[in-house]
């Protein structure tokens, strides 16, 4: 409890740093400390026949590392923590205009343990450790790329909407959007090829969350690729409308956890389809989201459609097809090595949607010139030298 408090207020000045444009400021220490408390948690995974109540020990690690982490930010970087004396009338309109958000926290909260409650309660706890390890640790993982992404970008949301300028709103919308979807789509690609080698080698007692990860990865996508257009909603202070659509969305998907998790509820036969209830309850409200939130930010700050983002599907499975038949009738009978057989399918089927990507005109000469400038390490050693 102390070390989510401490990560909250971690968090509050993470985001007032991004805000001034100070990524390193707020991205090395979380990287650093981030990286110390995996380090330490993986350790005592690797040990834990040998270490007395692991529990304590892994919580003991997470408040540990917060505390340094904290006296880090609080006193390396306090002159960037200047507070005026607050202004009561300013605040008072800012909760003011917040509150729906609040409303959309707390159901969030509930919905979200809901549906385990619901899970464990009608069938039992394995079911929901095969499903918590999807829902829990990859897809939160791959949630993280998008979610920095994202982050890096919402305070120009702020100032292109304030000055009115929606083609600026639009080419870096846009072009987040697009890298994301390449982004999840590869790791689609790859789960659905080496998916079952990745967990046969280091799972192989979570072969039943694989299925899971099959149909929920596809919810990973959908909630990437709709971060921008939540987030430019609230940028452009339309928070109430932002919290109505997400609570709406909320108590659609508890309706359908209680329809399809249980076999029975209150008395009532029910689907009883248990992990892929719960999958479907997360997929259907978020596909209905999509369509929702892009008809709102099309009629309030003129951001359409992305056509030639539908064609990042069919290329997708079109790479999957093309690897799995050369997998199955040259690349299976040649190599029987497990790990060089994942190694050559990867360097083989990311590139070959890449390729196919360029082929169509999705990416273009300008993304190559985006991540050649990426690559400089002259420009963050400036940003760095500015920053601190």
């Known amino acids: 409890m102390f070390s989510n408090v401490i990560t909250s207020l971690l968090n509050i000045f993470s985001t007032h740093l991004r805000s001034k444009f100070k990524v390193f400021k707020a991205e090395l220490p979380f990287s650093i400390f981030t990286t110390s408390q995996n380090i330490l948690i993986i350790f005592i995974a690797f040990n834990i026949s040998y270490i007395i109540n692991p529990l304590f020990w892994i919580s003991m690690i997470l408040i540990l590392i917060n505390i340094p982490y904290a006296f880090v930010v609080f006193t390396m970087f306090k002159k960037d923590f200047k507070f005026n004396k607050p202004n009561k009338t300013f605040i008072v309109e800012y909760l003011k205009g917040t509150k729906y958000l609040m409303v959309f926290t707390i159901v969030s909260i509930v919905t979200a343990n809901i549906g385990n409650i619901v899970l464990a309660y009608s069938f039992d706890n394995e079911t929901l450790a095969y499903l918590y390890l999807v829902t829990g640790y990859i897809l939160p993982t791959i949630g993280m790329f998008t ?8 305070p120009l949301y702020s100032k292109f909407l304030s000055k009115g300028d929606y083609t600026s709103l639009k080419t870096i919308v846009y072009k987040t959007e697009k890298y994301i979807s390449v982004l999840i789509l590869s790791i689609i690609i790859l789960i659905f090829l080496i998916g079952d080698k990745i967990f046969l ?18 919810y990973s996508y959908l909630e990437g690729i709709n971060r921008n257009y939540g987030i430019v909603l609230i940028s ?8 109505n659509i997400s609570i709406i969305f909320m108590t659609f998907r508890l309706i359908l956890f209680f329809i399809l998790i249980p076999k029975t509820f209150l008395y009532f036969e029910m ?17 209905i989201l999509t369509v929702i939130l892009r008809v709102f930010d099309k009629k309030l700050f003129k951001l359409n459609l992305q056509k030639k983002l539908i064609l990042h599907a069919p290329i997708a499975l079109f790479t999957i097809i093309t690897m ?10 040649l190599i029987h090595d497990d790990v060089v057989l994942i190694i050559i399918l990867v360097a083989l089927a990311l590139p070959l949607f890449i390729i196919l990507l360029f082929v169509s005109k999705i990416l273009t000469r300008s993304d190559i010139r985006f991540f050649f400038e990426l690559l400089k390490l002259s420009r963050y050693k400036k940003s760095m030298k500015d920053e601190f």
């Open 236 to 243: 452009g202070k339309k928070q109430k409308l932002s919290a």
């Open 324 to 333: 799995a038949i050369l997998n199955n009738n040259i690349l299976e009978n």
């Open 271 to 287: 689907l009883g389809l248990g992990t892929f209830g719960y999958a479907i309850a997360l997929i259907i409200p978020m596909i």
């Open 147 to 154: 979610a920095s992404m994202i982050s890096l970008c919402t």
């Open 201 to 218: 080698l280091f799972l192989p007692k979570y072969l039943k969350s694989l299925p899971i990860l099959y149909v929920l990865i596809f």
